[in-house]
């Protein structure tokens, strides 16, 4: 019944989870949730009375502008120039998005033809490369390697691979490793795709889920980049509003207004109480995301902490809502992940479903209250004592 072009994408790796978590709990395991990165914690009370009295509003419940309301976009381009010192035209350079998924998802198909070949992190978040497929272009799988603090390595790239490249997605700070960029890094990437004629497609979900004062930066920031890249940002992890859906694409005019074209086909925008409430997310006081980080960075100073103890070697994450595992004594990811489930109840994702390079690793997230993850760290520690990482 499934067309071709569906039969080529897995289902999604966390609605798979998901069905697997429903299963147990219907046999009354209390089931514990690394696995999904969904932040607990509760959006701003100001963000949160912003919806609420956008909601009163009547001309907000009519169909929104396409590209963004132009209160929105500002919003993004002053935030741009706040954060990053980078000047943006908000009515050319920047697009509301119904979540950075959905922007992320279409590209392609504002972008390639078939046969095209997008480059695509391995391991890496899983949209970028299905819906390179769903858009018959061809994934081209780049390793992030730990040596290398997860970022590529430009030279091993296949130069008539880069030259058949149209667009390469990174995503700094990383999901899933954790790995973040440093601006030498971006000043290469954008040499490289200025060499190749290769669209820089950078997914900045994470900037501002950073660790011990670390403030990860933009690609824009680099001379040219613009002439070459976009940026991807999503309001959902920053001010916990994962539900909402809600996210932007900044960038290069041209690309920009591709995929903004590409939407008036396919959608009809952001609902605008949202866009509102986004709004004064950005153009308020961040001191409430500081207050969230604060107990972030707490959870992962007592997962990185608790597993080494067990003897595992953990790297500290300076971004981002996870923690990169190597499985103990070489097993494979899923049956690390399987036997970390059956016997303590603690849903964590196997690596492998990131790409073949996420095989040996799995991801442990901490958007779970603090005694759930106690709990969940407890459980591990007493079923895996003594099981060396080898
Ligand atoms: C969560 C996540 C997204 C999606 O964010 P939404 O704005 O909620 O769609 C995009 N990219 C990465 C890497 C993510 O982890």
Same mark, same amino acid.
């Given at each position: 019944m499934e067309s071709k072009r569906l039969q080529r994408v897995p289902s999604y790796l966390f609605s798979d989870l998901d069905r697997k978590q429903e299963a147990l709990q219907a046999q009354g395991m209390d089931v514990i949730n690394l696995g999904v990165g969904d932040p607990d914690l509760p959006p701003p009370p100001h963000v949160v009375e912003a919806l609420r009295q956008a909601l009163n509003e009547p001309a907000n419940h009519r169909y929104p502008p396409y590209a963004g309301t132009k209160e929105f976009r500002e919003a993004v381009a002053q935030w741009y120039q706040r954060r990053f010192g980078v000047s943006l035209d908000p009515d050319r350079e920047v697009l509301a998005l119904i979540g950075s998924k959905e922007? =992320?998802?279409?590209?392609?198909? !504002? $972008? =390639?033809?078939?046969?095209?070949? !997008? $480059?695509v992190p391995d391991p890496g978040y899983p949209v970028y490369k299905t819906a390179v497929l769903l858009a018959d272009g061809e994934p081209f799988p780049v390793p992030l390697d730990p040596q290398s603090g997860f970022l590529p390595d430009l030279e091993t790239i296949p130069p008539e691979i880069a030259r058949r490249a149209k667009v390469f997605f990174l995503n700094y700070p990383n999901n899933p490793t954790a790995g973040v960029a440093t601006k030498e890094f971006f000043?290469?990437?954008v040499k490289f795709a200025q060499d190749y004629g290769i669209i820089l497609v950078q997914d900045n979900s994470y900037s501002e889920i950073a660790y011990d004062g670390y403030r990860p930066p933009s690609l824009l920031e680099v001379e040219g980049a613009k002439e070459v890249g976009i940026e991807f940002h999503s309001l959902s992890k920053t001010y916990c509003i994962t539900g909402w859906r809600i996210g932007f694409v900044v960038g290069n005019p041209k690309v920009v207004g591709a995929l903004g074209k590409l939407k008036t086909n396919l959608d009809s925008g952001v609902f605008r109480a949202i866009q509102h409430a986004g709004t004064v997310a950005l153009n308020g006081p961040q001191d409430e995301v500081l207050k969230r980080l604060e107990v972030f960075q707490r959870r992962r100073d007592l997962v990185v902490n608790r597993l080494r103890e067990?003897?595992?070697?953990?790297?500290?994450?300076?971004?981002?809502?996870?923690?990169?595992?190597?499985?103990?004594?070489?097993?494979?990811?899923r049956t690390f992940a399987e036997t970390v489930l059956m016997r303590t109840g603690v849903v964590v994702t196997p690596g492998s479903g990131y790409g073949e390079r996420g095989e040996g690793y799995v991801r442990l997230s901490i958007t779970v209250p603090d005694a759930r993850l106690e709990e969940a760290l407890n459980r591990i520690t007493e079923a895996f004592k003594g099981f060396g990482q080898g």
């Open positions: 922007g =992320l998802a279409h590209l392609p198909w !504002a $972008l =390639l033809d078939p046969g095209d070949v !997008a $480059l000043r290469d990437l067990l003897g595992w070697e953990v790297p500290l994450p300076k971004a981002t809502f996870y923690i990169w595992l190597r499985t103990p004594d070489g097993s494979t990811a």
